[in-house]
């Protein structure tokens, strides 16, 4: 069993709709982030958070809004997202600069 | 800006045939290495990491990479490679002070049986 959850697995949502994603970590990381994966594209890292404080945004749409209200949980909200927008979007955690752990992922489609 | 380049994106091996994928990154600094794995419907998980010391690390599942810091590489092999490997592998660095964790594309492997 990971480290790392995160729900749902997989949604689907048209482009009006509002959606979030959860993550939670039980390792007791002080560091949190958030990824996307598409399809023949690198792993993008998307937001960090560091003691519940967010230091890197990596130049990520607003319709993206990331919340941690804490070290343990980490949340994506979806808003008026686009179709190119369909991908995997994994959490990973980690102790400071130490490996990264990554949860299943979700499996996001914009119709 | 950082960047990291792997060599191949599809390695198709027979078993009991040797691994060798390339990684070259591009960093200013001193740097941690990482190569992860993502296994058919699993979540990726590592395989093994670099931070200082012995350039030549060992990881799980016989795995082992050596970093080169002339050549800014970081090659991941293994001697006789076993279908379980199939999987797809990504090589990722960050800052030696930071957590910004930059990947490579990716390279698939197939191992045939």
């Known amino acids: 069993e990971t480290g790392v959850t995160q729900t749902p697995r997989h949604l689907v949502m048209g482009m009006t709709n509002k959606k979030s994603l959860k993550c939670e970590q039980h390792?007791?990381?002080?560091?949190m982030y958030w990824y996307k994966q598409s399809a023949k594209k690198p792993l993008e890292l998307m937001f960090v958070?560091?003691?519940?404080?967010?230091?890197e945004n990596n130049s990520v749409p607003s319709r993206f809004s990331p919340e941690c209200p804490n070290s343990s949980h980490l949340f994506l909200h979806l808003h008026t997202l686009q179709p190119e927008d369909s991908a995997l979007y994994l959490c990973?955690?980690?102790?400071?600069?130490?490996?990264?752990?990554f949860g299943p992922g979700t499996r996001l489609t914009v119709l | 800006a950082q960047s990291v380049s792997q060599h191949n994106h599809h390695v198709i091996l027979s078993e009991a045939a040797s691994l060798e994928l390339g990684c070259n990154y591009s960093?200013?600094?001193?740097?941690?290495l990482f190569w992860y794995v993502q296994y058919p419907g699993q979540h990726l998980q590592l395989l093994l990491k670099y931070f200082s010391g012995d350039p030549l690390v060992k990881g799980i599942k016989g795995f082992e990479a050596e970093f080169i810091k002339s050549k800014f590489s970081f090659n991941l092999r293994k001697p006789s490679v076993q279908w379980s490997d199939t999987a797809e592998y990504f090589c990722?660095?960050?800052?030696?002070?930071?957590?910004?964790?930059?990947f490579g594309a990716g390279t698939i492997l197939r191992v045939k049986s």
């Open positions: 990973a955690s980690s102790q400071g600069v130490n490996e990264q752990f």
């Open positions: 958070y560091n003691f519940k404080e967010q230091t």
């Open positions: 990722a660095v960050t800052g030696s002070y930071g957590n910004k964790l930059v």
């Open positions: 960093y200013g600094g001193t740097v941690n």
């Open positions: 390792l007791g990381h002080n560091a």
